[in-house]
């Protein structure tokens, strides 16, 4: 499986407009963008890292997976994606080794990429997105 890059690191909070002061205004990182996905029941903060972005995720129903994350462990990490070409290509690679996916299949997910996530029981504890896009895209 060829990774591009670490495409960005989701970090689940319980609202990003508290959180924002921290990354814009203590760590000087740029705010690309805001946007909900519907389909995940979360808001989304991209902010550019040097070559990688942060992602901060907000649930906006406490059914999310997001919601049920935070009430679990707290805010925090939430996931690690990795950029990739050809993502369905990837996500049949990693079948055939063994991984479990949780969408067998990709997503349209926040600023038009398409997303997959690995299962972490098969990846050591660590939930994995993969993530493609094209360079435009946020």
Do not use: W
């Not at 996931?79 to 996916?101: C, F, P, S, T, Y």
């Not at 949780?102 to 690995?118: N, S, T, Y």
């Amino acid at each position: 499986m060829d990774v591009k890059k670490v495409d960005h690191v989701g970090i689940a909070v319980t609202s990003i407009e508290k959180a924002l002061p921290f990354y814009v205004d203590t760590l000087q990182l740029k705010l690309l963008g805001v946007e909900e996905v519907e389909s995940e029941k979360v808001k989304v903060a991209f902010l550019k890292a040097g070559e990688t972005k942060i992602e901060l995720l907000e649930p906006t129903s406490p059914e999310s997976a997001v919601a049920k994350f935070i009430e679990k462990r707290g805010e925090g990490i939430h996931h690690v994606a990795l950029g990739v070409d050809d993502i369905q290509e990837r996500i049949n690679e990693l079948k055939e080794k063994g991984i479990r996916m949780i969408q067998d299949e990709p997503k349209r997910g926040a600023g038009g990429a398409l997303v997959a996530f690995m299962h972490p029981k098969s990846t050591g504890g660590v939930l994995y997105e993969l993530c493609e896009r094209k360079d435009a895209e946020v």
